[in-house]
C-alpha cells in the first residue's frame, strides 16, 4: 500500500519583497514629490524657530494671530487657523486619495497583504498612546493629549533620508508609505470622533449634501476643476461651520475619487489629480501651516521642562519609545502569526529603523495638539515643544541605524535600478523574460567579438615592438 502522500507546505508570503513594476514607478514619482516637500517643511520649521526666538519675536504671534476672512460665514480665522483648518484640508485631499488607492490597486487592495502593515501601523499608534497614558497617569498629568504621538510625518521623515543621503530599497520606502496611509487614517477618525465640538446639523447636512453632489459629478465623469474648486471650498466652509474639524471635508473628497485604471490608460483620474495636487500640498500647505504652527520659543528652562513635565516627556517617549517599539512588534508579531517571511536581502534591524524613522510625528502631532489642549496656550506651546524634541530624537536615533546600513542599501538600491540592455525597465523585473536574456546574450556577444578584436590588435602591436628592427 503506498504511503499517503505528504500534506503540501502552506506557501509563505514575502515581507518587504520585490514590488510591482507599476506601484514602483508610482511610489517612486510620489516619494520624489514628498521629499522636496520634506525639505521645505524643515526649512519652514526652521524658519518659524529662528522667527519666534529672534529680537522680532513679538511680530511672530502678531502675524500668526491676525483674524482675517468673511465674519458673516463664520469664517473670520486667524493666520494660524487658516494653515490648519485651510491648507492642512489640502493635505488631507491627498491623504484620501492615497488611502483610496492603496485600498484599490495598492498595498491594501489584497487582505492578507494588508492584515501586516496595518497590525503594524495600529500598534504603532496603540503604544504611543499607552506610553503617553502611563506617564501622565504616573506623573499626575493631563490625559487630554493621549493622540499627540500617535501620527508619523512621512514628508519630514523622506526629508530626513534627503539631509543624511541614505537612499532605502523601494520596499522598505513602500513600507514607509504604506504606515503613514493607515497612520493618517486612524488619525482622521480621531480627529473625527474626539475633536468635534458641538455639532451645528444645519451646516453638517449642507455639508453632506455638498459632498453628495461631489460624488455625483465625479460619477458622471464631469470634467473641469472650475467645478469641482468651488464646490469644494463650499464644502469645507460648511463642513468647520458643523463643528466638524474642516480637514475631515478634504479626506471625504480624496475618498470619492477614482483610482482604479482601465484598460489603456497609464494613470487613474485620482492618481492625476494627485499627481496635480500633491505639489500644492507637500510644497505650499504643508510648509505654510509648519511656518505658524512650529514657531514656539526655544530656551533652556523650557527645554528642561520638555523632559522633567508629564505631558511633555509623554509625548516625547510617545513619539522615540513608543513608536519604534509598536510598529517593530507589531511587524514582527503579525509576520509571526501570518507566517510572512522577511526578504532575504534585509533583516529585522532595517525594520527597527525605519519603525524608529516613523517616530518624527510632526504635521498631524501638531494639529492634534492643538486641538487637544486649545485654549492653553502656554500648554499647546510646551507641546508643540516636545513634538519638535521627539520628533528630531527619534530622527537622530533613525540616522544612526540606517547609517549602519547604508552600504547594504545602496547596493540593493543599484541592484533595482540597473537596466543593461536600456529597455526603460529595471533588469530585476526581467529575470523570467526569455527575450531579455537573448537581448543580453546579444550584448554580451558584441562585447566579447570587441574584446577579441582588441586582443588580436594588443598582441600584433606587441610582436612588432618585440621584433628586431
Given at each position: 500500500?503506498?504511503?499517503?502522500?505528504?500534506?503540501?507546505t502552506?506557501?509563505?508570503?514575502?515581507?518587504?519583497?520585490?514590488l510591482s513594476?507599476?506601484?514602483r514607478q508610482?511610489?517612486?514619482?510620489?516619494?520624489?514629490?514628498?521629499?522636496?516637500g520634506g525639505?521645505?517643511l524643515?526649512?519652514a520649521?526652521?524658519?518659524a524657530?529662528?522667527?519666534a526666538?529672534?529680537p522680532?519675536?513679538d511680530s511672530?504671534?502678531?502675524?500668526?494671530d491676525f483674524?482675517?476672512?468673511?465674519?458673516v460665514?463664520?469664517?473670520?480665522?486667524?493666520?494660524?487657523?487658516?494653515?490648519?483648518?485651510?491648507?492642512?484640508?489640502i493635505?488631507?485631499f491627498?491623504?484620501?486619495?492615497?488611502l483610496?488607492?492603496?485600498?484599490?490597486a495598492?498595498?491594501l487592495?489584497d487582505?492578507k497583504?494588508?492584515?501586516?502593515?496595518?497590525?503594524?501601523?495600529?500598534?504603532?499608534?496603540?503604544?504611543p498612546?499607552l506610553?503617553?497614558?502611563l506617564?501622565?497617569?504616573?506623573?499626575?498629568?493631563?490625559?487630554?493629549g493621549w493622540?499627540?504621538?500617535t501620527?508619523?510625518?512621512?514628508?519630514f521623515?523622506?526629508?530626513?533620508?534627503a539631509?543624511i543621503?541614505?537612499s532605502?530599497?523601494?520596499?522598505?520606502?513602500?513600507f514607509?508609505?504604506?504606515l503613514a496611509?493607515?497612520?493618517?487614517?486612524?488619525?482622521?477618525?480621531i480627529?473625527?470622533?474626539?475633536f468635534t465640538s458641538?455639532?451645528?446639523?444645519l451646516a453638517?447636512?449642507?455639508a453632506?449634501?455638498?459632498?453628495?453632489l461631489?460624488w455625483?459629478?465625479l460619477?458622471?465623469?464631469?470634467?473641469?476643476?472650475?467645478?469641482?474648486?468651488?464646490l469644494?471650498?463650499?464644502v469645507w466652509?460648511?463642513?468647520?461651520?458643523?463643528?466638524?474639524?474642516?480637514?475631515?471635508?478634504?479626506?471625504a473628497?480624496?475618498l470619492?475619487?477614482?483610482?482604479?485604471?482601465?484598460?489603456?490608460?497609464?494613470?487613474?483620474?485620482?492618481e492625476?489629480i494627485?499627481?496635480?495636487v500633491r505639489?500644492?500640498?507637500?510644497?505650499?500647505?504643508?510648509?505654510?501651516?509648519?511656518?505658524f504652527?512650529?514657531?514656539v520659543?526655544v530656551s533652556g528652562?523650557?527645554?528642561g521642562?520638555?523632559?522633567?513635565?508629564p505631558?511633555?516627556?509623554g509625548?516625547?517617549?510617545?513619539?522615540?519609545?513608543?513608536k519604534?517599539?509598536?510598529?517593530?512588534?507589531g511587524?514582527?508579531l503579525?509576520?509571526?502569526?501570518t507566517?510572512?517571511?522577511?526578504?532575504e536581502d534585509l533583516?529585522?534591524?532595517d525594520?527597527?529603523?525605519v519603525?524608529?524613522?516613523?517616530?518624527?510625528g510632526?504635521?498631524v502631532?501638531?494639529?492634534?495638539?492643538?486641538?487637544?489642549?486649545?485654549?492653553?496656550?502656554?500648554?499647546?506651546?510646551e507641546?508643540?515643544?516636545a513634538?519638535?524634541f521627539?520628533?528630531?530624537?527619534?530622527?537622530?536615533l533613525?540616522?544612526v541605524?540606517l547609517?549602519l546600513?547604508?552600504?547594504?542599501y545602496?547596493a540593493?538600491?543599484?541592484?533595482e535600478e540597473?537596466?543593461?540592455?536600456m529597455d526603460g525597465i529595471?533588469?530585476?523585473?526581467?529575470?523570467?523574460?526569455?527575450?531579455?536574456?537573448?537581448?543580453?546574450?546579444a550584448i554580451y556577444?558584441?562585447?566579447?567579438?570587441?574584446h577579441?578584436?582588441?586582443?588580436?590588435?594588443?598582441?600584433?602591436?606587441r610582436?612588432d615592438?618585440?621584433?628586431?628592427?
Open positions: 500500500m503506498p504511503a499517503p502522500a505528504p500534506s503540501p502552506p506557501s509563505r508570503r514575502k515581507f518587504l519583497g520585490l513594476l507599476p506601484e508610482y511610489l517612486a514619482d510620489a516619494l520624489r514629490t514628498e521629499t522636496v525639505v521645505l524643515l526649512l520649521t526652521v524658519a524657530l529662528v522667527w526666538n529672534s522680532v519675536g511672530y504671534a502678531t502675524v500668526r483674524h482675517i476672512g468673511p465674519s460665514l463664520g469664517l473670520n480665522l486667524s493666520i494660524q487657523h487658516w494653515a490648519a483648518d485651510g491648507l492642512l484640508a493635505f488631507f491627498v491623504a484620501g486619495i492615497e483610496k488607492r492603496e485600498l484599490v495598492g498595498e487592495r487582505p497583504a494588508a492584515a501586516l502593515p496595518v497590525i503594524a501601523a495600529l500598534c504603532g499608534m496603540a503604544v498612546a506610553v503617553y497614558t506617564v501622565n497617569a504616573i506623573g499626575g498629568g493631563s490625559m487630554d493622540a499627540v504621538p501620527a508619523t510625518d512621512i514628508a521623515a523622506l526629508a530626513v533620508l539631509v543621503g541614505a532605502l530599497p523601494s520596499a522598505l520606502r513602500a514607509l508609505l504604506t496611509v493607515v497612520d493618517d487614517l486612524f488619525a482622521i477618525l480627529i473625527a470622533v474626539f458641538d455639532l451645528n446639523f453638517l447636512g449642507g453632506l449634501v455638498g459632498l453628495a461631489f455625483l459629478l460619477r458622471k465623469k464631469v470634467r473641469g476643476w472650475y467645478v469641482y474648486v468651488p469644494a471650498l463650499v466652509g460648511l463642513m468647520y461651520n458643523s463643528g466638524v474639524h474642516a480637514t475631515i471635508a478634504g479626506v473628497m480624496g470619492m475619487v477614482d483610482c482604479s485604471r482601465r484598460e489603456g490608460q497609464k494613470h487613474s483620474p485620482g492625476h494627485e499627481h496635480l505639489p500644492l500640498s507637500a510644497g505650499v500647505a504643508v510648509p505654510l501651516f509648519a511656518l504652527s512650529a514657531g520659543a528652562k523650557s527645554i521642562e520638555v523632559f522633567t513635565q505631558v511633555t516627556l509625548v516625547v517617549l510617545g513619539l522615540v519609545v513608543g519604534a517599539v509598536g510598529i517593530f512588534g511587524t514582527w503579525a509576520a509571526r502569526f507566517r510572512a517571511e522577511l526578504n533583516t529585522w534591524p525594520v527597527f529603523a519603525s524608529s524613522l516613523a517616530g518624527i510632526f504635521t502631532s501638531l494639529l492634534i495638539g492643538e486641538l487637544a489642549f486649545e485654549g492653553d496656550q502656554a500648554l499647546t506651546g507641546v508643540k515643544a513634538v519638535l521627539g520628533s528630531l530624537i527619534a530622527a537622530v533613525a540616522t541605524l547609517k546600513r547604508v552600504r547594504t545602496e540593493l538600491v543599484a541592484d540597473r537596466d543593461e540592455d529595471p533588469d530585476v523585473y526581467e529575470r523570467d523574460n526569455p527575450e531579455y536574456h537573448l537581448r543580453m546574450a556577444e558584441k562585447k566579447a567579438a570587441e577579441r578584436e582588441r586582443a588580436q590588435l594588443a598582441g600584433a602591436s610582436d615592438a618585440d621584433s628586431p628592427a
